[in-house]
């Protein structure tokens, strides 16, 4: 069977713990490639993407999230952004062409963001730990912010032989009997799944593989599993929308200049063309 991203849910029998486990490797090989990293700030940006998959799995399936590390004194930003449909991306945003610094050595914070139903916003910040650990990042989040114990590992290696990243979330259900013993049992058990790269690496890796590694002689029942893919977006109904925002003094200096307009996509740098006929366009209408 072909390995394809894809991030999966199951439920101890007991009713204490519940797992989201995602492979985000192909998803990340985008982002990465569109985004031109490489080195630490390429599993970085690995680590966040499957941040945020997880994140809207665990909290919000069927609303989008974003999550943003941000670097202190304005030293630039990496986003993800995870959607219901399945689809993901990511942004580096780099203030100068050195950009954006080391998250082991630059304080950072990380901020998550998901709408609500009723599409306000639910927002928490946190700062990113001196190691620069994303996973602990997020799961001090979980706690403070959505008072919500949880286990996290986010994992990548995509400059290696074999590309992987991945991760797994193990929450504690309100409902656990005996929540503090079942916690003590299950620390124990994760602490052979605090690097999972091995895991991600094996010729059998999938979601589901790892979470019948993680609850091993536990019984537990799936719930659920769902496709997990790199995408954006945008489009020229986008561009237009975004463009009929501006000043009209700006939208006829574009007209005077006479030349079509592109725009290019930072997320997934797709790209699009703007016709003069079509910036006129925005004259009339406006
Ligand atoms: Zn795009």
Redesign the pocket.
Known sequence: MPKRDAVMRAMTNDGAFRIVAARTTDTVRRVIAAQELSGELANDMADLLTAAVLYRETMAPSLRVQCIVRFAERAGQMVADSHPDGWS?GLVQRPSPDGPPDIRQTPATLEMMRTLPNSELHRGVVEVPETGNLSEAFMRYMQLSEQIVSMISLCSDVEGQTPVAGGYVVQLLPEAAEADAAMAVMTERLERFVDIRDQLRASDASPARLIEQIFEGMPFTWLHESGVRFG???SQIRVMTTLSLLDRAEIQELVDEGEPLDVG??????SYTVEVAHLQGLLSAS
């Not at 996509?265 to 797709?270: I, K, L």
């Open positions: 991306r954006c977006q945008c996509c930072d997320y997934c740098g797709a």
